[in-house]
């Protein structure tokens, strides 16, 4: 199944923008029970045939019928790929027609949901859910949905959609939410696969990704719903130990290419911390945009075709992460909201050339439980439109000034 979709990833002509991925290792498929167990059992058929009862004749039709739609159904998982991956360069430097389409970061946390549905106006204090139980992930689940299924909420302004877990083994209007986002609405779908931060030591200045326990278990399944890559978050507190934050990035590209492995494309979220002296933040990104470097250098040389996304928190210099975006094994800079309101998020977003919004927050600004559903679809497309705009300015300036 993977090896279908790395055939889907074959390099485009020089003309076009980067060399598409060929997903590295991807894992070969089984057998098929269904296959010849020798080489006799391929032989040409005789050239006379015994009489066959009707029975048994059915009984071939069918098991060939089978094996033709087993054979079919990567060829279609790969075409899926292909198509969403060509939706994911979409305004991306070089591209003919500049897009503002960004990614919706849909993938709170258990940890962070309680806050998320707080200010959606649902407490549990109300009795609307109890923290940490399957009602909370229903109420955050029947938010994402009205989201969703929103008549702004659609392909040609959002590239793609970044899930929780849950949100992934879940419906949307009766549809796996996978297949819904991308059959009904276009939009490409993401899977978050982290499980939390590491504790800072005693010298604190970054928190590193938990263990992620059966880690391909959950990278075949994402593959089975149709995800077309994933994300994982980890997060830099200050500039203290630059040595921490190069071992924190290297811990991201190693996970990452654990995901590429699979088929799937990676998003590094190395997050900087917006609570500190500018003077910090900024010696942080810097520190932070250096390892990156070095990192997709590494990757470059063990395979030109690898490709990852990054997710960066909105810098204080612009264009801060320029080197990144221009880099042949990047294949989207993204930058999430991290606190930020919309309209300070928007203005960040829009000094940093090539770089698209994958906000959080920031989008969902001003969603209310108690809206009434047209209230509600008409602040929503406020949002997406300020959301785009910023990502338009963005790409059209990198497009401006980059070949």
């Known amino acids: 199944m993977h090896t279908q979709r790395r055939e889907a990833m074959q390099k485009k002509t020089d003309g076009e923008i980067r060399s598409t991925t060929a997903m590295a290792g991807a894992r070969k498929r089984k057998p098929s029970a269904l296959a010849p167990a020798s080489a006799s059992a391929a032989r040409a058929p005789p050239r006379f045939f015994p009489r066959v009862p009707a029975s048994s004749l059915l009984f071939v039709v069918l098991v060939l019928a089978i094996v033709r739609m087993g054979a079919a159904a990567p060829i279609s998982e790969a075409s899926n790929f292909r198509a969403m991956h060509d939706k994911i360069l979409q305004g991306a430097k ?172 990676p998003i590094v979220e190395p997050e900087v911390h917006i609570h500190q002296t500018k003077a910090d933040k900024c010696a942080c990104e810097e520190i932070l945009c250096g390892a990156l470097l070095r990192e997709l250098g590494d990757l470059l040389a063990e395979d030109k075709d690898h490709r990852v996304m990054i997710k960066i928190t909105l810098p204080e210099t612009p264009d801060q992460y320029k080197d990144c975006v221009d880099h042949p094994c990047c294949l989207r800079v993204v930058a999430l909201s991290g606190g930020y309101d919309q309209a300070n998020a928007n203005a960040r977003l829009s000094q940093n050339r090539g770089v698209i919004a994958s ?45």
């Open 94 to 265: 070089k591209e003919k027609t500049v897009s503002g389409a960004f990614l919706a970061a849909l993938d709170q946390s258990g940890g962070s949901t309680p806050k998320a549905l707080e200010s959606y106006g649902l407490s549990p204090d109300e009795g609307n859910y109890e923290v940490g139980s399957e009602s909370m992930f229903d109420a955050v689940h029947q938010m994402r949905t009205r989201i969703m299924v929103s008549p702004s909420f659609r392909g040609d302004s959002i590239l793609g959609a970044i899930l929780f877990e849950d949100t992934m083994d879940r419906t949307v209007d009766g549809v796996p939410t996978c297949e819904y986002l991308w059959e009904t609405k276009g939009i490409v779908p993401f899977l978050k696969i982290d499980k939390g931060l590491e504790d800072p030591d005693e010298r604190g200045s970054v928190q590193m990704l938990k263990p992620i326990p059966d880690l391909e278990a959950l990278l075949e399944r994402a593959v089975s719903k149709g995800v077309y890559g994933t994300k994982a978050r980890s997060l830099i507190l200050d500039p203290n130990h630059p040595e921490q934050i190069d071992a924190l990035v290297k811990q991201q590209f190693d996970l990452a290419r654990r995901v590429l492995e699979a088929g799937l494309v």
């Open 359 to 403: 906000f959080s927050r920031a989008l969902s600004e001003g969603l209310s439980h108690g809206m009434t559903n047209d209230e509600f679809d008409n602040r929503l497309s406020e949002s997406i439109a300020s959301i785009y705009g910023a990502s338009s300015s963005s790409s059209s300036s990198s497009s401006s000034t980059v070949e």
